[in-house]
Every structure is written in structure tokens, then in C-alpha cells.
């Protein structure tokens, strides 16, 4: 008996043992043509899909990506949210961790899931290509395991992006040219389609058959360059149940809003009542996006991207054809902060028995972020567009940061001279009142660096992102390649450590991978460092990384084996 006991044991910790399994991908990025509002272009492409593959795994899994580049121009691919423990070769941002992979290149991407579970997505990290090189990752519980919430009936992914009539490269090349703001796009997506509300759109709008008394998942994804989005569906509450591939405590909300680089989970409950009746108008119901535009006199798309849920008619496992409108979802105002502000206020970590939040309760190192809009000064004979005849720039403690021509973590590893420099500061170098009005215009002028912030191994680290109210105060979402942090606090003004420590949330604050920190207001976020590695932290508002409004936390070697970088792959591309 205790033979057979002791073998079933084994069997188990058998099973969880090889739980975890190796899959394989192949992207081509490839020109496609694609038609939307009236006009077709040539727009990159991943398997000539826009939006791209869905790559499904579980947690603990590991991926290889082998991407052929066939297009004319350079790509990376990034893989968003996934921590890659010791692995930085594969995350992806161009001339941070790798060189891009050339024309006619190839490059194998290693993607290492650790304790990610939920909804991530790739997508490419070069120039403004993700705003057609996207798609999600669903990641399930390992073997054994089930979602904390109902099982859904179905899965469907709901990628919200941008669409420009022009080139996007064009676009931005422009704007880096002249010093002033890029134009804005010309319409929202959900899943590649502006929908009903746009010309020429109302034929390709997404829809999704539904039926009454199903509960669905949707893997929610801001794929969108510039934007921050609020999102809703007539008719219906939504459970935010997960975000940036992680559990959270479940509530409900009429809408949700989502920063660029975020993903939410959200069940919707197919629950109308309406078809219980003989009439079928009310059978269908948007889904809409429009654009939380926190910024006073900076020109935004103020337009709204469409979907269709429809339910099933009852009487027939067919749905007939519909010629009813459908009943529009109540979005709050394009700037209405407040409403931003208390949706992002009910998010907290599950925080289970099965699923604990492990905040660093002590912290060994504050760093103290300054995130502001700047001015670079142009020649008197030869004015740029920007505000004071100037170049528009940004920064984080007034550091613009310029990109090297050769990867940091290759100059890193390799112990390449004049690369990078290590002075990134710990705090401002100069205090005012970031959030106040007039401020004196010799605040504008950054810094054009490219410094890193050095961290030791294993060291709980927070840091507190401050915004500015230079030029024009914005919400602004800060990304941190290879770790998730928990957000601690949110404020508004100066962050005063004496104060609003005391008002630290160390039981149960969101984990995330990025962080909307408040118009004029702060974020702070704690995290230990024990991902050694080169990680790349910059806005998700893609106008602002091209400016300058990013840095490089460089993770050192532990002293075990397990605590250090794993080498260089054979294959990684050249400068």
C-alpha cells in the first residue's frame, strides 16, 4: 500500500514536472496591403495578419518566436509584460537590448514565462511599427490549476489600436524633423476596424455573436500609440477580473480605462433581458472606445472606434440578420480625470492563499523620477515648429536620453567603452513646485544624455514617478521592461515622503508592468531586483519615447549561477 501510495505521489510531481511545455512560432513581417476609411496602404504586417497571431501557452512555458524579416525596413519584436528572468537577449527594444534585425535577417526570440498568468501581448519595438506589428498572448494557468473567477465560455481578444491614412514611420520622421507635435490619427481601432462611426468602416466592423447566459472573457489590450482610452459596452457591466497578466480582486464597472501597454481581463455576462421577448431590438449592443485626453491644448483624436456584440436569436442556433441600431455605451468625458482617477483607484491584487502579494515591505533604494515635457533650443536662422520656435523634447530628471548606436546590453556584457554612462540621479537634480503654474522657462531645457541607473542585485527598490506641469501636465504611462511592480500609491501634486508614505497601500496594490502616473500628480512602485539584466523603462505614449522620455535600469549579477545572466544567443543580430 505505502508502494502505491509513494508511486502515485511520484506520478504527481511527475506530471507538474513536465507541466511546462516548449512551443514554437514563426513571424514573418511582411508589407500587406490594408484598406481602411476610403484608402489602402502598404502597412508591416506579421504573417500578413493585422492585428497579428495570438500565441496561447501556460505558465512556466517557453516560446520560441523565429522572425524572418522580409519587410524593407528594420524590426524588433518586444514582448510585453513577460518578465524574461535573466534573459534580457529577447526583450526586444531596439538599440537597447539588441540590435535590429536588418532586411532579409532572422532572429530567434527565446520567450521565458515565469509567474505571468492572464492576458500580455507583443509587439515591435522599433521606430512606431507596433501600431500594426501587435497581437496578444494568452497565458492559462499551469496544469492542475483553473482561473480564480468562472470559467468563461469563450475567449475574445480585444485589441484597441490607432490608424493613420499616412505611413507611420512617415509620420514620425516628420515630426522628429520639424521639432514639432506628429500628427494625430485619423481613426481608433478594435481588432483592426474603426467601426460604424467612421467612413468607409461600417462593412469591416468586428463583431461577436454572443449567447444569453454565457460568460465570456475579454483579454482587453491598449495597442494604441498615443492615447489613453476609456472603454465600455451598452447595456452591460464589465468584471475587471485580471491585469498585465496578473489576478486581481474582482469588481464591477460600466467602463474601464486603459493606458497604452496595459491589458485587463474582463468578463461580460451575455444577461439581457430584452430577449426573452418576442422582439429582437435590443439584441445588439456596442462596445466603444474613445480617448481619455488628459492634456490641456494638445491636439488628440477626439473620435470614438466601434464594435458590435449581438446576441444569438433564442428560437434558432442561428442569427438572423439584424437591422436594428445599436444602443450606445455611456463613456465618461474625453478629459474627465476624475473618472480616470476612481477606476484606477478599485484596482487591487487578489491577494489569496494561492495567489499572495509579496510587497517589499523595507526598501533599500528610493529613486525619485521627474517626468516632464522639455524644449530643445534650434537654430535662430533656421527655426523648428515647436512652442518658442523650439524642438520639442522630454525627460525623466531632466535627462532626454539619446539612443547609442550600439545596444547597451551588448556594450554592457562585452564591457564596451563610451556606450552609456551610469550618472542617472536618485532624485531631481532641482527641486520646485513640479505642479504648479508659470513655471520659469529655463526649466525647459533637458538635458540630451544617455545614462542608466546602475542596481545591485536582489535589492528592493522604489520608485516614485513625479509628474511635471512643463508645457502641459499629462497622465502619463511608464512602462518597466523584465519586472512587474506593485503601485503602492497615487497622488496628486508633489509627492511629499513624509506624508504620503503614510498612505501606502503594502497588503494588496496592484501588480503591474505599467503604471498610469496622474496628470500633475505622482506614482510610486516597489519592486525587488533580482532579474539580472539590461531593462529598458520609457512612456507607452510612443511620441514621448521618440522625444526622449526614457532610461535603462541595468540589474547586476547575483553571485549564485541562478542569479546571472543567462549568455548571448549565437544568433543575435549585428549593428
Known sequence: MKM???????????SCLVSAKTLHHKFVIKETKYTRLCSTKDILTVNGQFPGPTIYA??????????????????????????????????????ITQCPIRPGGKFTYKIILSEEVGTLWWHAHSAWDRATVHGAIFIYPEKGSSFPYPAPYKEIPIILGEWWKADVDQVIAEALRTGADPNISDAYTINGQPGDLYNCSKQGTFKVLVEHGKTYLLRLINGAINNELFFGIAGHKLRVVGTDGGYIKPFD?????????????????????SLNKSSAKNNR?????????????VEYDNSSATAIIEYKNQRSKLSPPSTSSPLFPVLPADNDTNAATAFTAKLRSLDSKDHPADVPKDIDERVIITIAMNILPCNDSDPCSGPFSGRLASSLNNISFQSPVIDILDAYYHQIPNVYGKKFPSEPPQYYNFTGEDLPRLLLTPKRLTEVRMVEYNKSIEVVFQGTSLLAGENHPLHLHGFRFYVVGRGFGNFDKEKDQKGYNLVDPPLENTVGVPKNGWA???????NPG??????????????GMTT????????????????????????
Open 285 to 297: 449592443y456596442y462596445m466603444a472606445t474613445r480617448p481619455y485626453a488628459s492634456a490641456d491644448g
Open 534 to 547: 539590461v531593462w529598458f523603462m520609457h512612456c507607452h505614449l510612443d511620441r514621448h519615447t521618440s522625444w
Open 253 to 273: 464597472t460600466n467602463y474601464v480605462m486603459i493606458t497604452p501597454g496595459q491589458t485587463m481581463d474582463l468578463l461580460l455576462f451575455a444577461n439581457q433581458q
Open 552 to 575: 535603462v535600469f541595468i540589474v547586476k549579477n547575483g553571485k549564485t549561477p541562478e542569479a546571472q545572466m543567462l549568455p548571448p544567443p549565437k544568433d543575435k543580430p549585428k549593428c
Open 58 to 95: 501556460s505558465k512556466g512555458d517557453t516560446i520560441f518566436v523565429d522572425v524572418y524579416n522580409s519587410a524593407g525596413s528594420n524590426i524588433t519584436i518586444h514582448w510585453h509584460g513577460v518578465d524574461q528572468p535573466r534573459n534580457p537577449w529577447s526583450d526586444g527594444p531596439e538599440y
Open 524 to 530: 510610486a512602485v516597489r519592486f525587488r531586483a533580482s
Open 4 to 14: 502505491l501510495v509513494l508511486l502515485f505521489l511520484y506520478g504527481l510531481l511527475g
